[in-house]
């Protein structure tokens, strides 16, 4: 049976975020980032392994605990997310730690507030789809394009809309082609170098909880939520 394969992209420097660390090894609670982010990914009994793929001259990660019976640490960060997740899936399979037909489930290491439940749900959704697929939210509010001095041009409908989040989950052998072929100045996430190759990924519902750390004006939010899910 194909196992899954939990890959996290930790090899960014988070420049929008402003604080003198990358942002996934800011402190929430006690804790970096990254932390909350691989801990709800080694609680679920459905993840099989859990690889955390970092820039090579990473000097932060060791600093840390990181009691995760199921991470594996590879030091093959790439200059973009799209090329940590390609030389991530390489090592995995290289080592005979992944076959080509397992399971790739990516997040992101900044979105450290998905919900377990969630997670499980997703994973079932998509094991069984032909290609893979995503957490992704419905556009909800109205959309507007603007010009280069930000004058609204036009209202942009959100009809068929959709936010895209993490997981993002596919084949290995799949996704490794996908982003290898792709022209990754293009590649903003797995799921559009899987739509260049003509394939359709299978979009499931998220939460708006599941949102990505990218300014620090975030944290308090991130560090409510976390909060709220310890007492509940």
Not at 20 to 32: C, E, R, T
Not at 160 to 178: D, I, S, V, Y
Not at 197 to 218: C, P, Y
Request: glycine share 6%.
């Amino acid at each position: 049976m194909p196992k899954i394969i939990a890959l996290v992209p930790a090899a960014g420097v988070g420049s929008r975020f402003g604080a003198q660390a990358p942002k996934q090894y800011v402190s929430v609670l006690g804790q970096p980032v990254l932390f909350h982010t691989l801990n709800v990914l080694n609680q679920s009994a459905k993840i099989d392994q859990l690889a955390v793929v970092l820039a090579p001259e990473d000097e932060y990660f060791d600093q840390f605990q990181w009691p995760f019976f199921k991470m594996l640490k590879i030091r093959a960060g790439g200059e973009s997310r799209a090329q940590t997740v390609i030389n991530g899936i390489t090592v995995l399979l290289n080592q005979g730690l992944m076959q080509p037909d397992d399971w790739v489930l990516v997040h992101d290491a900044a979105r450290c507030c998905l919900n377990l439940p969630l997670l499980n749900q997703f994973i079932d959704t998509i094991k069984e789809h032909s290609v893979g697929g995503l957490l992704a939210l419905p556009v909800a509010d109205t959309l507007k394009q603007a010009d280069q001095e930000q004058h609204v041009q036009q209202t942009i409908s959100r009809n068929g809309l959709w936010q895209a989040q993490t997981p993002q989950m596919f084949r290995a052998e799949l996704l490794l082609e996908a982003l290898t072929e792709a022209d990754l100045n293009t590649v903003t996430d797995e799921a559009s170098a899987i739509e260049q190759m003509g394939l359709s990924a299978l979009l499931v519902e998220g939460m708006l909880s599941n949102f990505k750390l990218t300014f620090s004006h975030d944290l308090p939010l991130v560090e409510a939520i976390l909060t709220a899910r310890k007492k509940g």
